[in-house]
């Protein structure tokens, strides 16, 4: 099948009714999870993953993607209403939408923040249908010493990227290794730290990894600020925009649905890095740069545009490589192995009309948020009321089902509480989970990987260094943790002198 | 000389790594594969043994602001460990008195617990959000879930 009956057909489903239905619902309810202060996209997703398991592979993808981007928007109506970002992309955001709502623009500024997603969504979804045949052809030439490479690329620029310090980020990523370590070892059949626990034969599911360390670390942290209610919302406001709002719009969505696109490419980055950039370039480049920081439209366009474009993006690596890029990305893989859908470069060829269904679901996804999300803010943004101390009991309760449902064992649910003291001491700490989950996903597949290729070259290293490719990207890999970490030394031994 | 939190922390790690290590080395091999099941764990193990070391000498950088952020009242210590102790007497019970029941009893108590007193709405969410929960999950998915000592 060619790219343009690959295309029909992923029109015909995305915009049969049930396309449709699951777009909606996926962006609704991602929306919703998106919008409770410390549900992200990560938790939104996994918590959606029992609800996809009897569902057809591919309207479940859409489901999910709905959910991703519906929750990536919700984060922004948090910022907007309350100045709390639902998740680390749109902190950016509230720079300039809270003071906009503060002025009685909340309505504003959410039309603002609808239309830059939905420019940035569209304009990276257009940029993604360009890109990823071409990145699935390129991949196709990849063999396990590459796809070794481009995992620990994913996995250092990550740990480099994320807030804070580099040396945890990779701990974190060591650590997520290390878990998915325990279980039947699946070339030589050893068991590996199972402390012969039966249980543990199987190894740890992701959902329980994923859950823990996000939605019950959350649920930590919101047991702490459970008083705090947001008792100081105002009325909305218009939601019309003015001519020159317009104008003032235009330029940061037209350049920063590009740039959050790159962004969102590139293993590691995603919507918290665009988001910022987008902010501090718009910043640089506005005549009246004194204006961001006081509710200026252009502040909430760029970071909300830019976002859209990297989860766009984001799609990229995950459809055409089979390799996640984020923390997000990754939970979404997960739940495509559970759907038992494999991602990576035959995908598009194999099964066209998942890959561009999902993608051609994504315009219909930004048009939802678009004309159905904007009109039902006000309504939607009543979800923010939930008093804390039920919200917290639910999002548990959630959790656990979601978990119980895939492996009937209680056990699986003592390994979640678990996952949760460890998410909320990683976060405690500061040791971003993110690479956790990211190496847990991918840990698997690089053992598998690095055992092919050494099989392949008979136990010599040197096929590492031997094929360009994956030379290139190790060091890249190489330099993508230690110029950060070198950075930091200097800094402080300044700092110090 | 443990004194900055990250000190302690390295060292804990450390002592991770060389129980995982233990462990891996308690691994058997085999002559005929090239790779060892016990191979990546101990490429594991040493790296974080590195990778603590290497935070163990990183010099403090945390902020009074950020320590203090740090410090939970032991107020909200006691409610942790009481929905902690919920969780577990969830699960425990879970098969035993089946879904519905005890995500009655969760969803009431716990919310009360954390500070709810408008028990009639407590009441009915508590009562709804499971019902529909499990109609969902073994009428529309197929997934049944404990049912326990309510028959249906």
Redesign the interface.
Known sequence: MGSIEGILSGVQLAFSIEGILFVFLGVLAGTLIGMMPGLGPISAIAIMI??T??MDPTVALVLMAGVYYGAVFGGSTSSILLNAPGISGTVATSFDGYPMAQRGEAGKALAVAAIASFFGGTVSVILLMLFAPVLSSVAIVFGPPEYFALMVLGLTAISSLSDG?T??A??SA??G??AV?IGI?S??G?T??TFNNPNLLEGIDFLVVALGLFALAE??AL??N??QTSKDRKSLGSLKLSKNDMKDMSGPMGRQSILGFILGVLPGAGATIASFIGYITEKKLAKKPEEFGKGAVRGVAAPETANNAATSGAFVPLLSLGIPGSGTTAVLLGALLVLDIQPGPLLMSEQPQLFWGVIVSMYVGNLFLLILNLPLIPYIAKILAI????L???V???S??GV??ISFN?FD??LL?IFG?IGYLMR???FPPAPFILAFILGGMM?ES??QA??MS??DLSIFINKPIALGMLIAAFLSFTVP?WQ?YRS?KKN?A | MLKPVHRKISLLLIALAIFYLYLAYQLPSFSNSVINASTMPKILGFGLIALSLFLFFTPEQETKEEKEKRHIPKADLIKIAGVVLMILAYIFFLERLGFILVSFLFIYFCSYFLGYTKHSINFLVSILFPAILYSAFTMLLGISLPSGIIPF
């Open positions: 029992p609800l398991y009897n310090s040396v945890k990779l701990i060591v650590l290794i290390m370590t070892d070339q030589t050893t590996r730290f649920v930590c047991i702490i459970r008083n008093p804390r101390p039920l917290i009991s639910l548990i309760m959630f656990m089902i119980y449902s209680t649910l003592y509480v003291v405690l700490f500061k053992e690095f055992r050494m099989t008979n136990n970490i930091g402080n110090s």
